[in-house]
């Protein structure tokens, strides 16, 4: 086990490597310097100002030299100072606003687990049932729903028809009066609609692939040795197909990772959550590359952790894994 | 069975190509089919609900909104076929080279692909878009950019699993090239898949334009798309609520059919299903 886990962060240096340089390439591709949106809207910058900017941020020296240096400080954890008017470190920055993203996602993945792989089971079990067919509809239009939509038709709904929910933001007004469980429940209430939101796309993938993975199950020969022993059919089920057929999903909550991170712009923007996914919208819209880059970076960073968690869980699961 | 009699006989699939064609036929016709001007402001008329005027209300300008949503289908036509078209050809190319030489040239673009797919594709594009000006074009070519990696997977594995092939072994005896043998040889096999995942990669990229449209940051106003005008929808969520669901239900219906296209073809395409 130890020697498979070793391997796989091993295997994970090159492709955070390569990561660093995809960052550092679009921030550097891009037409025109950085700096430019400083000196342009002050009419009082002169050349010589404007070259020792390029030089603070180093845009003057080779392009490897440049990267060199960049390297050097991301393992300090230093990942520059944002371009809008605060000037924080961008890390800092990140680091406030990460907490309630990954909690948001943590939350959906749960919610995908819980609700995706109940009707995948049922409807491999009861295969060209009525419960089949429907889910089968409703995943199928679940994969062409834009997510951003439905968040407007539930808002609407929840939000403004119905008035049960709030729409916008983590906590009321009054949120500083309340006693604690209070507080709790507001904040639930805000986290309802984002949470469903965020966790809907993953829900269609998740169930159609237990579906398929339950059915191949199904027709093994093990099961039927179980069968055969005289098992009662719901042990044949829950305890000797799910389980087998549980296995491979791991992989694909893995795979998910980065389709949740990246849906966390659109429905931190629309709920007005303050998450990293709002901060880069605003950072992109503001042009603070220093922040774009960041997040862009601890976006494929997170990918990475998930994916590996996705491996380490599979390898601990399934002895064929670590031994081979 | 052959591919059409397998394709005919299969409703859901002639449904998509039905929601497709239509699709076209209103982007063709959408000067003659759109009742008013899409840019026409007419500012007595803000914010009306759907009546029999305007079957689906007007929006914050006046504007009628199915006009706009007949030219918006324009932009989701050109940007799903143009986008997808990029991803297509850069993974096509870069999947057969991989597939068909393998070992370090293998190596390097599928590592290369494992790096790309650890960014989350919506951040990545939101980054590249950052530093270019928001238009058409430069969305399309992003998305395409970033959406190409799934096609190397499929088409190297097609090579992978065709290289070997005796009748790939009787064009290299008679003397045929890498690029002849690539191209003329072992693609045609593959686009079978290649199609399908075309298909399907439409559907996303329609859906990626108009979050991004929603989001201000894909086809500018007053260009009208479905993405922008469900923009307008969440300005005004709390009194129009036909801004929020006609374009969007556009969308889902778009997505529908490409994807139910897009099925269909793999099964008909699929031997196995043949009976």
């Known amino acids: ?324 | 069975m052959t591919f059409w009699e397998m394709f005919y006989n299969n409703k859901l699939a002639l449904a998509g190509c039905g929601i497709v064609a239509l699709l076209f036929v209103v982007s063709l016709f959408a000067p003659l089919l759109a009742p008013y001007d899409p840019g026409a402001i007419d500012l007595k008329n803000v914010l009306a609900p759907p009546s029999a005027g305007h079957w689906f209300g007007t929006d914050q300008l006046g504007r009628d909104v199915l006009s706009r949503m007949i030219w918006g289908a324009r932009i989701s036509l050109k940007v799903g076929f143009v986008a997808t078209g990029l991803a297509i050809l850069i993974g096509t190319i870069l999947g057969a080279v991989a597939g068909y030489y393998g070992g370090w040239i293998d190596a390097l673009i599928m590592r290369f692909v494992d790096i790309m797919l650890c960014f989350p594709t919506f951040f990545l594009i939101l980054a590249v878009i950052a530093f270019l000006e928001p238009s058409i074009w430069n969305i399309m070519i992003v998305i395409g950019l970033t959406g190409w990696m799934g096609v190397t997977r499929l088409v190297r594995a097609d090579f992978i699993s065709l290289r070997e092939r005796d009748f790939v072994t009787a064009a290299r005896a008679i003397g045929a090239g890498d690029a002849r043998i690539i191209f003329l040889h072992i693609l045609p096999n593959a686009l079978a898949s290649i199609l399908v995942a075309a298909t399907l990669g439409i559907a996303g990229a329609i859906l990626t334009e108009s979050a991004l449209s929603f989001l201000g940051i894909g086809v500018q106003p007053p260009t009208p798309s479905w993405g922008n005008i469900l923009t307008a929808g969440k300005d005004n969520i709390d009194i129009a609520w036909w801004l929020s669901l006609y374009p969007g239900l556009a969308i889902l219906i778009t997505v529908v059919g490409y994807n139910l296209l897009g099925e269909g073809i793999r099964d008909a395409s699929d031997p196995r299903l043949k009976r």
């Open chain 1, 1 to 324: 086990m130890t020697r498979y886990l070793i391997k796989r962060i091993l295997f994970m240096i090159p492709l955070l490597l390569g990561i660093t340089v995809i960052c550092f390439a679009v921030m550097h591709l891009a037409p025109g310097k950085p700096t430019d949106l400083q000196t342009q809207m002050n009419p009082k910058a002169s050349a010589e100002m404007k070259e020792r900017l390029l030089s603070l941020y180093e845009l003057d020296k080779p392009l490897h030299v440049q990267y060199v240096s960049w390297l050097k400080k991301l393992t300090r954890g230093d990942l520059g100072t944002s371009f809008s008017s605060d000037h924080r470190p961008v890390a800092d920055k990140i680091l406030e606003r990460l907490p309630i993203t990954i909690l948001i996602n943590l939350l959906s993945l749960l919610i995908i687990i819980a609700v995706a792989v109940p009707i995948g089971v049922l409807s491999a079990v009861y295969q060209d049932s009525l419960f089949d067919k429907v889910t089968a509809v409703v995943v199928f239009v679940g994969f062409a729903v834009p997510t951003f939509w439905l968040a407007l038709l539930l808002m609407i709904f929840f939000g403004i028809q119905l008035g049960w929910l709030p729409i916008s933001g983590l906590r009321s007004l009054n949120y500083e009066y309340l006693s604690t469980w209070g507080q709790l429940v507001d904040l639930a209430g805000h986290l309802v609609l984002p949470v469903f939101i965020s966790a809907f796309g993953g829900l269609a993938g998740l169930s159609r692939y237990m579906r398929a993975n339950m059915l191949e199950v199904i027709r093994q020969d093990y099961i039927l040795t179980a069968r055969a022993k005289g098992l009662s059919e719901r042990q044949v089920i829950y305890k000797h197909a799910l389980r087998n057929a549980l296995l491979p999903a791991i992989t694909i909550l893995g795979l998910s990772i980065p389709g949740l991170i990246g849906g966390s712009v659109i429905f931190e923007t629309i709920f007005a959550i303050p998450g990293m996914g709002q901060l880069f919208y605003m950072s992109v819209m503001a042009r603070d590359y220093p922040t774009v880059m960041g997040i862009l970076l601890i976006g494929a960073v997170l990918t990475l952790l998930g994916n590996l968690i996705a491996d380490v869980s599979y390898a601990v699961a399934d002895p064929r894994i670590r031994i081979s």
